[in-house]
């Protein structure tokens, strides 16, 4: 603050030298200077003493909560403070100056009486301007890390804090308008104006300067933390959800700051749910069911459903300890799994040995027939790859057999508040559990309904087997066996 009330004094002096100057008489000049240096012995320490005590008090030890934010308060008001208390040694010195030359038995120049305050507001504006964007510069770098550590600056209640749009109206009241007023004055002024060249030059640089300085402390308080934006927003739009913008502010920056790190930590949550939620219903579902949860309560759909099951775990089980039992069951249905989500399908229950996948459940694939088709051929021939690795842990190699049907059935989330399944439902699934049934006497490990034949383009090498009657169902159905 003292750098910049320097800097406004400068001007002064100058204006008054060769503006102010040349409107007194030798004696009224001789007041005015007496009146000055009296006006800065009188009211200068006391307003320095002030401003020390604003710094000493925000020094001071923080035994409890409540006096952290009261702390935290005086650390974003301390640049207004700053300005206030240098605000009323520019005003006091308008009356001081008048009282002093008042007291003279000479009249006063006319235009003195808007000359030296326009002088002193001029000087005062620029002081100020440059004081109040150091003081904020220095402390968001030095004391926010300090005092902010658990709440962001721009989520204090009851300190003031100057937005972005001021700041701006106030660098272009002192950066051009000033310097212009300034330079106006001397328009109308009554000195000759050959006198006025050297001020006019001084002005112009003043202006020049204060500009500058403005135009830094602004690129350091505005344009930086907008690059800091784009920069963490490409990030994010390049995945990188770990993003956060460490950019301590009291303006409007420091609560766009805080809304984006929300925003990244609740993309983060999402894709955690996301990820969770994934493993029990698979990830279209789970990012459809996080998308649009109302429409998933109940939607009809065509699509492709396919039962799985290992022939004689029941048996087997009977000579393993439960937890090679586990140990069995994991190692299978992580390679199924695998399996079948590889051709687009969705593992949606997995009971004991048991699998159950839906292909085409979110509507957008077309190709259903042919991915659940594919998926349970190469469930079957992978068993070749698996069945060593079983060997390895000391398994008995495994069989399996693959039911799948095709037809409308309801897919959405069932149950109760308390607790919801996503899953299909209808004359479909049932089917298709029927089917898989039926392979432990098919001459093929897998059988498709005649409805998912239809489906498929192009067809797969298949054979037509005889009607059947179908537990659950009054109407015979036709299977395909597919070749191995």
């Not at 030095?142 to 989520?155: A, N, V």
């Not at 030059?201 to 020049?208: F, L, N, R, W, Y």
């Not at 001459?443 to 498929?456: F, G, Q, R, V």
Request: net charge neutral; glycine share 8%; proline share 6%.
């Amino acid at each position: 603050m003292f750098v910049a009330q320097g800097i406004g004094s400068a001007f002064n002096i100058s204006y008054n030298l060769t503006h102010i100057a040349p409107l007194l008489t030798p004696s009224q000049l001789e007041i005015f200077e007496q009146t000055i240096s009296v006006y800065n012995v009188t009211v200068y320490p006391p307003l320095v003493l002030l401003w020390a005590f604003a710094l000493i008090r925000i020094c001071r030890p923080i035994p409890d909560k409540a006096t952290l934010k009261k702390r935290q308060r005086a650390v974003i008001n301390i640049p207004m403070v700053a300005t206030v208390i240098a605000a009323v040694g520019w005003l006091l010195c308008i009356p001081a100056l008048f009282h002093g030359l008042l007291r003279g038995e000479e009249p006063l120049n006319r235009h003195l009486y808007y000359d030296l305050p326009v002088s002193v507001l001029i000087g005062m504006i620029i002081a100020l301007t440059i004081g109040y964007f150091l003081i904020d510069w220095l402390r968001q770098r030095y004391l926010f890390p300090y005092f902010f550590d658990e709440i962001s600056p721009g989520r204090v209640k009851g300190a003031f804090r100057l937005s972005i749009a001021n700041r701006g109206r106030i660098w272009t009241l002192a950066a051009s308008i000033c310097p212009i007023l300034a330079l106006l004055m001397l328009s109308i002024s009554p000195t000759p104006p050959e006198e006025h060249r050297g001020f006019a030059i001084s002005v112009a640089a003043g202006g020049i300067f204060t500009a500058i300085i403005s135009g830094i402390l602004m690129s350091r308080l505005i344009l930086r933390p907008v690059e800091e934006l784009r920069t963490a927003a490409q990030d994010v739009g390049k995945g990188k959800l770990n993003t956060n913008i460490n950019n301590l502010r009291a303006d409007e920056f420091g609560i766009l700051a805080d809304e984006f790190n929300a925003m990244t930590a609740g993309l983060r949550e999402k894709e955690r749910i996301s990820a969770t939620f994934g493993r029990h219903v698979g990830k279209e579902i789970a990012q459809e069911l996080l998308e649009a949860e109302e429409e998933l309560k109940g939607v009809e759909r065509t699509l492709s459903v396919l039962f799985a099951d290992i022939r004689g775990f029941t048996t087997k089980c009977e000579n393993l300890e439960p937890a090679k039992a586990v140990q069995l069951l994991n190692l299978y249905h992580e390679h199924m799994t695998a399996t079948i989500e590889s051709h687009n399908g969705i593992v949606n229950q997995l009971v004991g040995d048991g699998i159950m996948s839906l292909f085409g459940a979110t509507g957008k694939s077309e190709n259903h027939a042919n991915d659940a088709v594919a998926a349970g051929l190469e469930m079957i021939r992978s068993l070749e790859n698996l069945n060593p690795r079983l060997a390895e842990h000391g398994f008995e190699p495994l069989k399996i057999g693959v039911g799948i049907n095709t037809g409308p059935a309801v897919v959405g989330t069932i149950g109760s508040p308390r607790r919801m399944e996503y899953t299909a439902i209808g004359d479909t699934v049932n089917t298709a559990a029927r089917i898989e049934g039926l392979t432990k006497e098919a001459p093929s490990p897998i059988l498709i309904a005649e409805s998912t034949w239809t489906h498929c383009d192009p067809k797969p090498e298949a054979t037509r087997m005889d009607s059947i009657a179908i537990r659950g169902r009054k109407n015979e159905i036709v299977l395909y066996s597919l070749p191995i």
